[in-house]
């Protein structure tokens, strides 16, 4: 059985402490993750800062990220003592020395700049610990022209006919979301139903996916029963809420 690698959605979020931060990850690190998937957001100036939404209404601010500097945004706490953290500082760390799934939040920009600190930190010294994931074609298409050896993934709610997407894109994996339905995204069909084709090309993808030599890293895996199976259809990377869940199903199932 290959070795499936257990990445911490944002961060280890069990103690409260905020996703997307510096201590998230380590402690995330400290409970056996095998590495991080976590967001990045451009700033106004360029830079990359590590948060999940595009803007701070969350912290009680209406600012917009891109219309904010670095200097400002990681100067904001997230809670008492624990800041916004660049990119940098993320890579820093963390570099080279666990797997990091980078998801690129921008729509449009960001490539260049992403490639740059990738190869600022040495990142392509070891790939296998490297893949960049965003919703958006347009800066995964932008980071393969700039530079084809770095991994890059397509994250999709929904799995039906994103295998083409992949190939088009040249990414070498797919994210497909694989969980418990939430209830608002049912809008066409029963629950039953919706769940039921759901998981229907979830799997019709994998076998896709496999055969084409692709990686598939669902997100973000919570409920015991899809943590189980995806292990079971030997998924490459699994992004979950509950690593300690996810370490304890693959050594019982491997």
């Not at 103690?15 to 400290?30: C, D, H, R, Y």
């Not at 979830?202 to 076998?207: A, N």
Request: glycine share 4%; hydrophobic share 40%.
């Amino acid at each position: 059985m290959k070795y499936i690698k257990i990445l911490a959605h944002r961060g280890y979020l069990i103690n409260g402490e905020p996703g997307n931060s510096i201590p998230a990850f380590q402690t995330a690190v400290l409970h056996g993750a095998d590495g991080l998937e976590f967001d990045v957001h451009l700033t106004s100036d360029n830079r990359f800062i590590c948060y999940h939404n595009d803007t701070l209404k969350k912290l009680g601010r209406s600012n917009a990220i891109k219309n904010l500097s670095h200097k400002e945004l990681t100067s904001i706490e997230l809670s008492e003592g624990i800041t916004i953290p660049s990119l940098e500082e993320v890579l820093d760390l963390f570099g080279n020395k666990i797997t990091l799934n980078i998801e690129l939040k921008s729509q449009k920009e960001g490539a260049k700049e992403l490639v740059e600190l990738i190869h600022q930190f040495n990142l392509t010294d070891d790939l296998t610990k490297l893949i960049v994931s965003s919703f958006f074609y347009t800066p995964l298409k932008k980071i393969k022209v700039i530079d084809p050896e770095i991994p890059t993934g397509l994250l999709c709610h929904c799995s039906k006919d994103q295998i083409q997407v992949v190939k088009e894109l040249n990414c070498n994996a797919i994210h497909p979301y694989y969980n418990i339905i939430p209830k608002d995204w049912v809008k066409f069909h029963s629950l039953w139903l919706t769940t039921f084709l759901h998981n229907f090309y979830f799997q019709r993808t994998i076998k896709k996916a496999q055969k084409l030599g692709l990686f598939v890293n669902p997100w973000t895996v919570n409920d015991k029963k899809y943590l189980s199976a995806a292990i079971q259809k030997q998924v490459d990377n699994i992004i979950t809420d509950n690593v300690e869940q996810a370490l304890r199903l693959r050594n019982q199932l491997s």
